[in-house]
């Protein structure tokens, strides 16, 4: 087995349980539009980029009113900030990985000013040597374009990662990558 030179973290659901605060934020954005969300309807597109869950939840929506939704549901969610919880074991590899020197990298589905509003909030970025958001690929989990995206910007080899991750796609996306991965089960 190859040194694990880097640890990748996937956001929500891993590192911070976000789906209370997320769902609240879409469900008040999604008002707006007279489109109505149960907390079932979230769970089944919990982990897509904005644009995938958006267009899965609302198919109708013309793309100035998605863009319009984004806006909303960014101001809704840095308004929900207390409904977000730090999971401290991930939390505590995390430090402890940065301590010791190894590479950390974030790789999420969440939009650059979402996962902003979490890392501020925790006071995690500086942990991170590099961050890659649902906005910055093409293509959003299952593909492993976010990880991969890690893996080559510090010129590793898959086998030198560790992928941190909780989501069924997100899951399917570190075992596409070829990187070693840890599922996050939440208590």
């Known amino acids: 087995m190859s ?19 997320n769902f609240l934020a879409y469900q008040k954005a999604l ?5 109505k969300i ?10 897509q980029r904005i644009n995938e869950l958006v267009t899965s939840l609302a198919p109708k929506l013309s793309s100035n009113q998605i863009e319009e939704l984004k806006k909303l ?7 929900e900030t207390n ?7 991930v939390a505590s590899i995390l430090k402890h990985a940065k301590e010791l020197g190894i590479i950390c990298c974030l790789a999420t589905s969440a939009s650059h ?17 590099y961050l890659v958001f649902g906005d910055d690929v093409v293509h ?16 590793l080899e898959p086998a030198e990662c560790l992928i941190f ?15 070693n991965y840890v599922q996050v089960i939440p208590d």
């Open 31 to 35: 008002a707006h539009f007279g489109i």
């Open 83 to 89: 409904l977000l919880v730090l999971n401290k074991p």
């Open 38 to 47: 149960s907390r079932t309807d979230y769970h089944q597109v919990f982990g």
């Open 113 to 129: 000013d979402s996962a902003q509003t979490v890392l501020e909030y925790f006071q995690l970025e500086a942990y991170f040597d």
């Open 73 to 79: 549901k960014s101001s809704y969610y840095a308004g």
């Open 165 to 179: 991750e909780d989501s069924e796609k997100g899951l399917e996306a570190a075992k596409a990558s070829g990187a």
């Open 140 to 155: 959003g989990k299952p593909d492993p374009e976010c990880f991969l995206k890690c893996i080559q910007k510090f010129k």
């Open 3 to 21: 040194k694990l030179s880097c640890f990748i973290f996937d956001l929500d659901g891993t590192l911070v349980f976000t789906e209370d605060a």
